[in-house]
């Protein structure tokens, strides 16, 4: 994605539009595969080359920003390695501690080469390794080993879906309108959602459509940087979906405030995920190999209902029964704070639905504030959810 500097984007009259370029145009186009050009030539060069080439390329072209943010989608395609046989640090180790019983040392050649044989000896290896990969650690250093090459068409379409997704940094709330649909469709809308942990509110029913709240990162105390590229993330799979209008709540330079609109008709903006939002993340993936590796009376089962609560919506990760016909609903929230988990609790409380379990990461936790207390019904939990933990709370709540 963009960085914010990279990113424009122009307002009128209260609404705020990403800044897009036209992926036909042939001068972008002829950029855009100039761009690829140089770092397909470069795969297994020094970054400082590549570097070196692209700018070159840039120079002073009036549309550097638009060059930059290519450049960096293109860097967000690459791995660099550091590219040695021996590790740099074990290198510089050997002849910083040679080069104390030579104090003072000497700058002729003699002596340096003295230095670089003797530690060529030490680690088995040659002279030329010891010369060429002293710094090979050192960022312009790291080879490119890898480009996830794509056209120039794609880079473009890529470009104009980063500015959107960067105004997303700045964003304090998004307000999705779900038509009215398939489940499926809803679940898929969902599963995007709840994929990337966001903090939502869902209202509404199957057959008047949905509500949905999404917390920005401006209305988060603590991550919201990462609660950010998040939010930005979610866009792609956004546009994979049907039958939704977005409203997002932007906070501009000076404090100042506008609206950035977009609907499912969309064209301007093309996703780059593939055809399927409803990936599972790692820990719900984590949590049912390890269910099933453990002995219990209680079944795990991912769930694929959205339950009416009345006033709001409950959409469960998993449904967990029991043989003697008990069941209860978890779900896993993402990103949370303090103030959402207890408006939470008050939504099943309204609905007198019980049979629920909301687990809760303090990794992923808002703000710096902790609850208080903790209802029965929750567990928290650092990094990794146990089944153990899970069943401890499901005897206990009957």
Known sequence: MLTTDLAMNRVRAGRVEPLAIN?????????ANDLIAIFSEHGGERRAELDRELDEYVGTDTDYRILRGLIKLL???????????????????ALFLKARQHHPVSVSEATRAQLIQEAAGELS???????????????????????????????LDRYNLAQ??????????????????TAAG?????DAIKAYRLIHTITGSPARGYEVRLDGPVSMFHQSQKYGIQMAVFLPALLLCQGWRMTAEIVLKQGKRARFELDSRTTQLRSHYLDDVSYKPALEEKLLTNWAKSESAWQLATGKEVIDLGACAFIPDFIISHAD??????EL?????PRYLDERIKEFARAGFTHYLLAVSDELRGSREKPLSLPANVIAYKSALAPSAIRAVLETLG
Do not use: H
């Open 186 to 190: 809803f679940r898929r809308v969902f």
């Open 125 to 155: 290896c040659s002279i030329e390794v010891i010369e060429t990969s002293l710094y090979a650690d050192l960022f312009e250093n790291q080879r490119l080993v890898s480009f996830n090459e794509m056209d120039g068409r794609a880079l």
């Open 333 to 337: 929230l993402g990103f949370w704070t």
């Open 325 to 330: 016909g008990r069941m209860f609903y978890l």
């Open 23 to 31: 992926p036909a145009d042939k001068n972008y186009l002829e950029m």
């Open 75 to 93: 860097l967000d395609q690459c791995e660099f390695e550091t590219a040695s046989a021996v590790l740099p640090s074990e290198i510089r180790r």
């Open 164 to 181: 959107a997704q960067a105004l997303f940094y700045r964003s304090t709330e998004m307000q999705l309108r779900i038509e009215p649909q």
